[in-house]
């Protein structure tokens, strides 16, 4: 059947960054309409992995409104562990994420906003670098969506792309950072754990912060009084290593462990890795989910036989979707680079900050990490989110423009909230006064931003 939805602000994506953006329109006046291909609503807030990028390094909050909203909420459904520096260079949120993807639902039911799951956004009509209609299909109808202000959020940038506007993708040899298959182990045993990390810290990632004096040593024993396994297995500490020599486990740069339930006895693990030139297409994702689970089953392996405290896990299923970190950067009206990223370099425009260390995995072992310069925060400008040469389309979360060294902080879940909050507050005002992003007064964008608690000051 064909159908028509009118609103004001439409929202493509409902990962971190597409539902604060709905959440942001819809609390700001718009008539919201958030679509989403599949029926995973929230993205990776739903895989068990922390989200970063919410306080500095140093350890100060730098993401507010929408998401403190949603912590709040989760904490309230009793779905909140709580927000720990990992003792090698960041500040975790942990939530249990079966909770928070309640929480979501009851946080975009509470402000009103349509849902429109299971459709895809497949072709777009336009004129003159205006959106005029989004076309979507679901498995029964097909929809023509018309709205005032259009928001991109769909990780890959499609509705950018679909309009034609220029992006990035990959390294100079076109190469994206690894996708991977995020897993959860349960009853492993915490504080045997975090005793094998105390006698052998060599193993883990510790005390990385320039800004820090403290030994390996001394941040394992903190790891150990505080008794949460938020451990980094290195890829070149001795056991990985000689596993991944062995062919016992696959190249890999690391084994983070991610507790997310209150009982800390279950741990999302972050560690496969598979890279390729297209995490778009649908068979080349289809063949890595395929070619995943063997690195799946040899880390389950790895960790029951290698680990002490881990002889007793079991496997608990895998995330929702197969993890992609990076594809389309969208070119924007600004470009935000790695050397303001690493500088921590703040701005009038500013309408998020980001915090995440430099963050790009690459091949194998490869990884190049640094930490934002005096443990501090960096502002996104508004720019960022202005798909270059459109009237009424916006972008947030992954797709931002950005270089590929930015890119690799601000993808960060933190971070995408915040774009998220700014992009739909910003849609919410263009259809109101019927005005293009470009028009949009940042002064005020920004003082309605703080008043409803997004962070856009302070910090080093
Ligand atoms: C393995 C891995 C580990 C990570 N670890 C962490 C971590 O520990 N902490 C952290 O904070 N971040 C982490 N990240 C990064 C972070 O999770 C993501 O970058 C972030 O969630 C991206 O959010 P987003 O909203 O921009 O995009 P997404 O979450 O990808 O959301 C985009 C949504 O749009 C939908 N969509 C796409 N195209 C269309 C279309 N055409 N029509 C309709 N819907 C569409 C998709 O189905 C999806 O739901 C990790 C990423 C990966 C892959």
Redesign the pocket.
């Known amino acids: 059947m064909n159908k028509e939805m009118i609103c004001d602000v439409a929202i493509?994506?409902?990962?971190?960054?597409?539902?604060?953006a709905a959440i942001a329109a819809a609390k700001n006046g718009a008539k919201t309409l958030l679509?989403?291909?599949?029926s995973?609503?929230?993205?990776?807030?739903l895989?068990g992995?922390?989200?970063?990028?919410?306080r500095t390094t140093a350890g100060e909050w730098i993401v507010g409104g929408v998401f403190r909203e949603l912590l709040d909420l989760c904490e309230e459904l009793g779905g909140y562990i709580g927000s720990i520096y990992d003792r090698r260079n960041i500040w975790?949120v942990m939530v249990n994420p079966r909770i928070m993807g309640f929480a979501v639902l009851k946080l975009l039911a509470k402000y009103d906003v349509e849902l429109l799951p299971y459709?895809?956004?497949?072709s777009v009509v336009r004129a003159d670098g205006s959106l005029t209609k989004l076309m979507?299909k679901s498995k029964t109808d097909n929809y023509e969506i018309t709205a005032k202000q259009y928001i991109d959020?769909?990780?890959?940038g499609?509705?950018a792309y679909?309009c034609d506007v220029p992006y990035e993708m990959g390294d100079e040899n076109g190469e994206l950072?690894?996708?991977?298959?995020?897993f959860q182990i349960r009853n492993i045993h915490p504080q045997e754990v975090l005793s094998f990390v105390l006698e052998h810290p060599e193993n883990c990632g510790l005390g990385e912060n320039p800004n820090s004096p403290k030994t390996a040593k001394e941040l394992a024993q903190e790891l150990y009084d505080l008794g949460i396994p938020k451990v980094f297995f290195s890829g070149n500490g001795p056991l990985m290593k000689k596993a991944i020599e062995e062919g016992e486990l696959h190249s890999c740069s690391m084994m983070?462990f991610?507790p997310n339930a209150t009982d800390l006895s279950v741990v999302t693990v972050?560690t496969?890795r598979l890279v390729t030139k297209d995490c778009t297409s649908a068979d080349v994702l289809g063949t890595s989910m395929l070619e995943l689970v063997e690195q799946v089953e040899n880390a389950y392996r790895f960790i029951k036989k290698y680990i002490p405290g881990c002889q007793d896990a079991i496997l608990d299923g895998v995330?929702p979707?197969?993890?992609?970190?990076?594809s389309r950067r969208i070119l924007g009206e600004y470009y935000l680079t790695g050397e303001e990223v690493s500088g921590g370099v703040k701005r009038e425009d500013g309408i998020c900050k980001g915090g995440?260390e430099v963050d790009i995995?690459g091949k194998g072992e490869k990884h190049v990490r640094k930490t934002i310069k005096n443990a501090g925060s960096y502002d996104i400008p508004f720019g960022c989110l202005i798909p270059r040469g459109m009237n009424n389309l916006l972008m947030?979360?992954?797709?931002?423009s950005a270089d590929r060294v930015a890119h690799s902080s601000a993808?960060?879940?933190?971070?995408?909230?915040g774009?998220?909050q700014a992009a739909g507050t910003a849609a919410a005002m263009c259809a109101r006064e019927n005005i293009r992003p470009g028009q949009l007064e940042i002064g005020q964008l920004r003082e309605i931003l703080r008043q409803q608690g997004a962070i856009l000051d302070g910090t080093d």
Request: a negative charge; glycine letters at 16%.
């Open positions: 493509v994506g409902a990962g971190s960054a597409g539902v604060a679509i989403e291909s599949s995973v609503i929230g993205g990776d807030l895989s992995l922390p989200i970063d990028g919410c975790v459709t895809q956004v497949d979507g959020c769909t990780g890959d499609d509705v679909l950072q690894p996708m991977t298959m995020v983070a991610n972050n496969t995330a979707r197969l993890g992609v970190r990076e995440h995995h947030a979360g992954r797709c931002l993808r960060v879940m933190g971070t995408c909230m774009m998220g």
